[in-house]
C-alpha cells in the first residue's frame, strides 16, 4: 500500500512537469493563463511566472489582464524580487484603479519598497524612498485595513535612518573630529526630536564638547568649558539617572577644575 502510494505520487509530480514542460512549448495562451493559475493558486510562484511572462504582452487590454497582472506581481513579491514586484504592483495601481484589488497592489508595491530598504549603515537613498512610498498610501487609504502594519514598517524606516544619523555623529567623535560629530549631534537632535536614542545622542555631544574644551588653547577654553558644562546640564536635566551619570560627574569635575585654573590665569 505504502509502495503504491509513492508511486501515485511519482506519477502526479511526473504528470505536473509534463504539463508545465508542454505548456511552456505551447503557443496556446489561454492554456498558459490556466496552468499558470493553478500553479500561482499552488504557491508554485516560480513555475507560475515563468507562464506569466509569456502572455502578459498578449493580454493587454483583455479582461483577463487585470487579475493576470496581479499574479504577475505577486509572484515576484513572493519570489522576494521586490524591486520587480513594486514596479509592477505600481504599474497595475495605475493601469486598474477603479479594481476591488488596488488597495491591496498599493500596500504591497509600498511594501516591497520597504523590504529593499538597506541596514542602516548602507546607503540612505532607498529607506527614504520607502518611507515616501508607504506614507503616500497612507495619505491615498487613511482607513486602510493595512494602516497598522504600514505605521509600523514607517516606524522601523524612520529608525533606520536616526540610527544612521546617530552613528555618523558618534563615529566622529571615534576619529576626534569633535567639532564634526557637535554638529552632527545638534543636527540630530534637531531632525530626530522624538527619537530613542536621545539620551545617547546628548551624552556624546557633552563628551565631544567636554574633549573639545579640554584641547582648546586658552583664549578658547573659557567659552568652550561653558558649552560644554551647559551640555551636561542638558543631559541630566532631560534624564536625572542616565546610564551615563558617572563618567559625565566625572568630566564635569574636571571640567570645574579646569574652569577654575584658566579663571586664577585669567586673573594672574
Known amino acids: 500500500m505504502k509502495k503504491a502510494l509513492s508511486i501515485l505520487v511519482l506519477l502526479i509530480v511526473f504528470n505536473s512537469c509534463n504539463d508545465f514542460q508542454k505548456a511552456m512549448k505551447s503557443e496556446d495562451t489561454a492554456l498558459k493563463f490556466e496552468l499558470g493559475t493553478e500553479l500561482y493558486d499552488a504557491k508554485k510562484y516560480k513555475k507560475a511566472n515563468r507562464l506569466f511572462e509569456q502572455i502578459v504582452p498578449k493580454y493587454r487590454g483583455k479582461p483577463q489582464a487585470e487579475k493576470l497582472m496581479f499574479m504577475h506581481a505577486d509572484c515576484f513579491f513572493q519570489l522576494e524580487q521586490y524591486y520587480l514586484s513594486a514596479y509592477r504592483f505600481e504599474q497595475f495601481v495605475n493601469s486598474y484603479p477603479n479594481s476591488e484589488k488596488v488597495e491591496e497592489a498599493a500596500f504591497l508595491s509600498a511594501k516591497s519598497y520597504y523590504e529593499e530598504s538597506p541596514i542602516y549603515s548602507k546607503e540612505k537613498e532607498e529607506t527614504v524612498k520607502a518611507i515616501e512610498k508607504l506614507q503616500l498610501f497612507i495619505n491615498s487609504y487613511p482607513d486602510s485595513k493595512y494602516l497598522q502594519e504600514v505605521n509600523v514598517l ?115
Open 154 to 268: 514607517v516606524k522601523e524606516l524612520d529608525y533606520k535612518l536616526e540610527k544612521k544619523a546617530f552613528e555618523i555623529a558618534k563615529q566622529y567623535n571615534r576619529i576626534y573630529d569633535y567639532k564634526a560629530s557637535i554638529k552632527s549631534f545638534n543636527n540630530f537632535l534637531l531632525d530626530f526630536p522624538g527619537t530613542s536614542l536621545k539620551e545617547d545622542a546628548l551624552y556624546y555631544r557633552f563628551n565631544s564638547e567636554y574633549n573639545l574644551a579640554i584641547l582648546s588653547i586658552k583664549e578658547l577654553k573659557q567659552d568652550r568649558i561653558n558649552i560644554a558644562l551647559a551640555d551636561y546640564r542638558a543631559l541630566v536635566s532631560a534624564y536625572p539617572n542616565t546610564k551615563y551619570l558617572d563618567e559625565a560627574n566625572r568630566l564635569k569635575e574636571e571640567l570645574e577644575r579646569e574652569k577654575n585654573l584658566t579663571d586664577t590665569d585669567t586673573k594672574s
